[in-house]
T-cell receptor, first 109, second 118 residues
Framework: QKEVEQNSGPLSVPEGAIASLNCTYSDRGSQSFFWYRQYSGKSPELIMF????GDKEDGRFTAQLNKASQYVSLLIRDSQPSDSATYLC?????????FGAGTRLTVKP | GAGVSQSPSNKVTEKGKDVELRCDPISGHTALYWYRQSLGQGLEFLIY????????KSGLPSDRFSAERTGGSVSTLTIQRTQQEDSAVYLC????????????????FGPGTRLLVL
């Protein structure tokens, strides 16, 4: 069974702190890795994707990938209350995309 | 510009009836994806089209589910003999290229169709 695992949370951080979201996957053939943000009652929106080992930074967001450990993470610096949402990790090979169940993040003012 | 649109936005049906869900991707996007999200659950991939072809249909939950895409644009997802466990939000997404390509790495999601089977 090809699995994508995320801590369901809720993860609560104070405003201005770093939020760290983690995801592990079981399929070593996975090629691309995505982080989506989903506000309650809304469709997912892509935050970042990464496909090479290491870090990828975009504004306050940093994605980290370690294929040897089958681990991908998302760091949110200077967290804002508007970052409060569910964050979905997704993993693809050529044929399908599998999502984790999501981590619910709450940023408290 | 127009994003991905889906219709209907909400659908209530009786168990055993057939339903058809429609997705209009962003113009020029060759790849189209269907997902399902049950209440409080993560996204479940259903099927992916590159042009009019679906390379892999194994994500469809059962043979009651089928999908087609014509003209490389609009797609319909049909659920026959609906069951209560089919109740979910059905999301469609499109991307410029297919998975595994640089142009395919960004998917744009539609607003979803909320299906309730009574």
């Amino acid at each position: 069974q090809k699995e994508v695992e995320q801590n369901s949370g809720p993860l609560s951080v104070p405003e201005g702190a770093i939020a760290s979201l983690n995801c592990t996957y079981s399929d070593r053939g996975s090629q691309s890795f995505f982080w989506y943000r989903q506000y309650s009652g809304k469709s997912p929106e892509l935050i970042m994707f990464i496909y090479s080992n290491g870090d990828k930074e975009d504004g306050r967001f940093t994605a980290q990938l370690n294929k040897a450990s089958q681990y991908v993470s998302l760091l949110i610096r200077d967290s804002q209350p508007s970052d409060s949402a569910t964050y979905l990790c997704a993993v693809t090979n050529n044929n399908d995309m599998r999502f984790g169940a999501g981590t619910r993040l709450t940023v408290k003012p | 510009g127009a994003g991905v649109s889906q219709s209907p936005s909400n659908k209530v049906t009786e168990k055993g009836k057939d339903v058809e869900l429609r997705c209009d991707p962003i113009s020029g996007h060759t790849a189209l994806y269907w997902y399902r999200q049950s209440l409080g659950q993560g996204l479940e991939f259903l099927i992916y089209f590159q042009g009019n072809s679906a390379p892999d249909k194994s994500g469809l939950p059962s043979d009651r589910f089928s999908a087609e895409r014509t003209g490389g644009s609009v797609s319909t997802l049909t659920i026959q003999r609906t069951q209560q466990e089919d109740s979910a939000v059905y999301l469609c997404a499109s991307s410029r290229g297919r998975w595994g390509t640089v142009s395919g790495k960004t998917q744009y999601f539609g607003p979803g169709t909320r299906l309730l089977v009574l």
